[in-house]
């Protein structure tokens, strides 16, 4: 049977300052302002894009940024990090890259086959930066970021649970997913093989309390689908396995539908198509300021409220 879910499509969380987030992502990491937008439900907050050159899905992290907004709390029912693939024999460059940025990080540590450092950006959100062998896309250097050392997308996302069952059913049973890896109270889930983009790990924690959003917290993960078609069919079964799924929403860039899964966590499905292209040409993507069409008509207001951005 074909698979549906092709990997992870992006990730979306809360941020607080805008010029700071951006700061971080563009500076910091070397991500390519992808796509320079608002939040659709609430114009007078931006949702910023960040990816690799390509805005390629499975590259894409998004935030909103609320400005003064407290930091979300860490527990259980949330993403906890948010982890980055790049070339191997890389982190060396990345620690010194975070030193230089005063931005403090932990060691090197092990786990599967793969070496990764963890930090935190400026509002607290975890992330990770992975160096495993197997990852084939290209690393395209950007913002000083030589490609041998550059970003090429997302490696992975945990969810950090109360319990594991209800979640794993619903990933492979429904989502296309297998478990590929276990160990150290790890569980390692794939829905294409041993392929970096397509993982979600996942991590039980019985005593932590619950998470709260605020800045530095994960909105939700999307995975990623090829067509409209394929979208309605992993409607339907998510539907008749009993999950509340939403009707499908247009978000510009792609279609979309949510729902949470057990543990708590946002879950959204979004079709690969249109693309980040759909509005601007690949080589000036996020250079203005782009608004879905019932927003248009009140862009002098919206341009005046949202906080000016240099990057």
């Known amino acids: ?6 990997g992870l ?3 979306t969380a809360l941020a607080a300052d805008a010029q700071e987030n951006v700061d971080f992502y563009t500076k910091v990491l070397g991500l390519r302002m992808v796509k320079l937008t608002v939040n659709f439900d609430a114009p007078d907050v931006y949702h910023l894009y960040y990816g690799n050159y390509n805005a390629e899905p499975g590259s894409i992290m998004t935030f909103f940024p609320y400005g003064r907004i407290g930091r979300g ?29 005063n931005i403090s990080y932990d ?13 935190q950006d400026y509002d607290g959100l975890g992330i990770e930066l992975v160096a495993a062998d197997g990852d084939l896309r290209t690393s395209q250097g950007m913002n000083g970021i030589p490609d041998e050392f550059a970003v090429k997308g997302f490696y992975s996302v945990n969810l950090n649970e109360i319990a594991s069952e209800k979640t794993i059913k619903l990933l492979t049973e429904v989502m296309d997913y297998s478990i590929i890896s276990e160990g150290n109270g790890r569980f390692r889930l794939s829905a294409d093989g041993n392929k970096a983009g397509y993982y979600v790990d996942m991590t039980v924690n019985k005593n932590a309390p ?3 959003q ?6 939700h993960i999307a995975f990623a689908v090829e067509t409209e078609e394929d979208q309605l069919a992993v409607r339907e079964k998510l539907m008749s396995y009993g999950m509340n799924v939403t009707a499908v929403l247009d ?25 980040f292209t759909v509005d601007e040409e690949l080589s000036s993507l996020g250079k ?11 862009r002098n207001t919206i341009e005046q409220v949202l906080p000016k951005l240099s990057y």
Do not use: C
């Open 1 to 6: 049977m074909t698979k549906l879910i092709k």
């Open 9 to 11: 499509h992006h990730v």
């Open 73 to 101: 709390t860490r527990g259980i029912g949330e993403v906890n990090f948010t982890s980055f693939s790049v070339p191997v024999n890389s982190l060396a460059f990345w620690m010194e890259r975070l030193s230089s940025f």
């Open 107 to 119: 060691m090197p540590q092990k786990r599967f086959n793969e070496s990764y450092i963890r930090f």
């Open 210 to 212: 619950l998470a709260r």
């Open 214 to 219: 605020g800045a530095g917290s994960i909105h």
């Open 251 to 275: 978000r510009n860039y792609f279609k979309s539908i949510y729902f949470r899964e057990p543990g708590g966590v946002l879950f959204e499905v979004a079709t690969n198509p249109p693309g």
């Open 288 to 298: 203005e300021l782009k608004l879905p069409s019932w927003y248009e008509p009140h």
